[in-house]
T-cell receptor, first 113, second 115 residues
Framework: AQSVTQPDIHITVSEGASLELRCNYSYGATPYLFWYVQSPGQGLQLLLK??????LVQGIKGFEAEFKRSQSSFNLRKPSVHWSDAAEYFCAVGDGYGQNFVFGPGTRLSVLP | DTGVSQDPRHKITKRGQNVTFRCDPISEHNRLYWYRQTLGQGPEFLTYFQNEAQLEKSRLLSDRFSAERPKGSFSTLEIQRTEQGDSAMYLC?????????????FGPGTRLTVL
């Protein structure tokens, strides 16, 4: 069974600074990887996903993520953070066929003005 | 398309009572998922439907939990004899297609508090 770890529980950055949120997964085959964002009172929204091909994936809201098989990582990045990016971010891994879609524990992002 | 909706948004109940939640997916979506999310954790898979068929259930889904999707449209999740440990956010998601890697669209959730 797959698993996901997000080593950082809470990250604080200043507005305009760059951001990297870490995600490590465990899965025996080629994983399907996702990043979701959850803002207070709102449902989870998909930021980006990786299935195959180019290991650098572009998403919505200026986010990107890079799949590194050798490190079992799928870190999320943004070059310049906006105050509206403050939210909870979840990395998830799926096997693509059944229900085995596993979320990490999340990283809460705070943005300082 | 109004997205995935869930009702109620909040539910407070006493231990031992039964509760039922409803999820209305995006209309053409054939897959519907239920998740549970506790504070400080990511969503945990409970069960999913392909049209009206319930194809898989997590071991987290005890006998007190039952879910239905009678006509392949809306779904209900019932918890019988609620316990304080059932307090959580219950999320519903829907997707189009045959695989879990298709984008899942999430509803706002139902927050359950068991006193």
């Amino acid at each position: 069974a797959q698993s996901v770890t997000q080593p950082d529980i809470h990250i604080t950055v200043s507005e305009g600074a760059s951001l990297e949120l870490r995600c490590n997964y465990s899965y025996g085959a080629t994983p399907y990887l996702f990043w979701y964002v959850q803002s207070p009172g709102q449902g989870l929204q998909l930021l980006l996903k990786y299935f195959s091909g180019d290991t650098l994936v572009q998403g919505i809201k200026g986010f990107e993520a890079e799949f590194k098989r050798s490190q079992s990582s799928f870190n999320l990045r943004k070059p310049s953070v906006h105050w509206s990016d403050a939210a909870e971010y979840f990395c998830a891994v799926g096997d693509g066929y059944g229900q085995n879609f596993v979320f990490g524990p999340g990283t809460r992002l705070s943005v300082l003005p | 398309d109004t997205g995935v909706s869930q009702d109620p948004r909040h539910k407070i109940t006493k231990r031992g009572q039964n509760v039922t939640f409803r999820c209305d997916p995006i209309s053409e979506h054939n897959r519907l998922y239920w998740y549970r999310q506790t504070l400080g954790q990511g969503p945990e898979f409970l069960t999913y439907f392909q049209n009206e068929a319930q194809l898989e259930k997590s071991r987290l889904l005890s006998d007190r939990f039952s879910a239905e999707r009678p006509k392949g449209s809306f779904s209900t999740l019932e918890i019988q004899r609620t316990e304080q440990g059932d307090s959580a956010m219950y999320l519903c998601a829907s997707s189009l297609g045959q695989a879990s890697y298709n984008e899942q669209f999430f509803g706002p959730g139902t927050r359950l508090t068991v006193l």
